[in-house]
């Protein structure tokens, strides 16, 4: 890729110049074509770690996969490119000693950051190049590679998102990071089986997130507890969330398991919540058919006792999340909507919605 001619590299970019939604479907992926890509509006950059040089000042994306243990190189690229709003950064080698040095703060705000593969102990580093994070991205990160250092100050981060999977026991240590005055959201997909969600870390982040969090999305179900409900009584504190999305995972049968683990979460929610969202979606490998069979099986009556003290209750959402499935609100779902109603309290009969 490296060696096309220049005409070549010069007569793809003045085709795509002018045709914008060609454009933002395209990732810039040769190195041959960095310079000349400062002219145009590539929606994102995937380059080595090793092409550096002339970063183009327009950039806005970029990708990097890191295969080398210094941390420098990240912090001089975002110095190199003003208007960076996204960096996603994957790499296994990085070493977690050398990136505890204090990076040299960028004063801009990035809109998202997303890492994976990488030891969470250098996390802090990539936060520490911006002032501000918008989204924070981890996606199936590698355990606590030292003893945490001393946590120096935290980093204002408005999304955490969670997805793949984190040891068990390092999910505290990523909370800690994290400003409460600023985390507005959190989105937790932990894979089974290496499940980090302990009742005790689900508490330390409803502890942290209280001053602020507003929207919570959790996944439960075949990677849910087996040792009782949980007490999950620090969400109560959480006086601003207004929104709870649960999505659960089902086989071909009813599970008991994770509707007593969503029962738990609407048990101590706060009574001012606006909205609840109840998402199931099948267990990878494990493709549904029919999927009223299942959901009959459900107490719909326990969710209306566990919302019993939810007084600022506007909506709750049924969601069925299964590509080849038609959405629950289809006409020959009827039958099933009726039931699930009908077990409802006369209350939040109104103000369930079918999706």
Not at 106 to 124: A, F, Q, Y
Request: some cysteine.
């Amino acid at each position: 890729m490296d060696a096309l001619p220049v005409e070549l590299v010069d007569l793809v970019i003045d085709k795509l110049r002018d045709d914008k939604l060609s454009l933002k479907i395209c990732s810039l992926v040769c190195k041959t074509w960095l310079r000349q890509s400062s002219a145009h509006l590539f929606r994102s950059l995937r380059v080595n770690i090793w092409v550096s040089g002339c970063w183009p000042p327009r950039q806005k994306n970029l990708k990097i996969t890191l295969d080398t243990e210094s941390m420098a190189e990240v912090a001089t690229i975002a110095t190199q490119l003003p208007q960076l709003r996204s960096l996603s950064v994957r790499g296994t080698m990085m070493d977690p000693v050398t990136s505890r040095a204090p990076p040299p703060c960028s004063g801009r705000r990035l809109e998202c950051l997303s890492v994976s593969d990488v030891h969470l102990d250098v996390i802090p580093y990539f936060l520490g190049l911006f002032a501000s994070v918008g989204t924070l991205k981890i996606s199936t990160c590698k355990a606590i590679h030292n003893e945490p250092a001393p946590l120096q100050h935290v980093y204002p981060v408005r999304c955490f998102y969670v997805r793949g999977y984190i040891q068990k026991g390092d999910f505290g240590h990523v909370i800690e990071l994290l400003d409460p005055a600023v985390l507005e959201s959190a989105n937790l997909r932990i894979s089974w089986p290496i499940l980090p969600l302990s009742p005790a870390d689900l508490n330390q982040l409803f502890r942290t997130a209280r001053p602020a969090l507003r929207d919570l999305t959790i996944n439960i179900g075949d990677s849910g507890w087996h040792h009782g409900v949980a007490d999950l009584s620090a969400l109560q504190a959480c006086t601003r969330l207004e929104s709870l999305t649960i999505a659960f995972e089902w086989r071909l049968y009813f599970e008991s398991d994770w509707w007593r683990e969503m029962l738990a979460f609407l048990a101590v929610l706060p009574p001012h919540i606006r909205v609840v969202r109840i998402i199931t979606r099948p267990v990878y490998g494990h493709p549904v058919s029919d999927i009223r069979n299942v959901l009959r099986a459900v107490e719909w009556r326990t969710v209306g006792s566990a919302l019993e003290h939810c007084f600022g209750l506007e909506c709750l959402r049924i969601t069925v999340d299964e590509k080849d499935a038609r959405p629950i609100s289809a006409p020959e779902y009827r039958d099933l909507q009726e039931a699930i109603l009908a077990a409802l309290p006369s209350r939040l009969r109104c103000k369930t919605v079918f999706k």
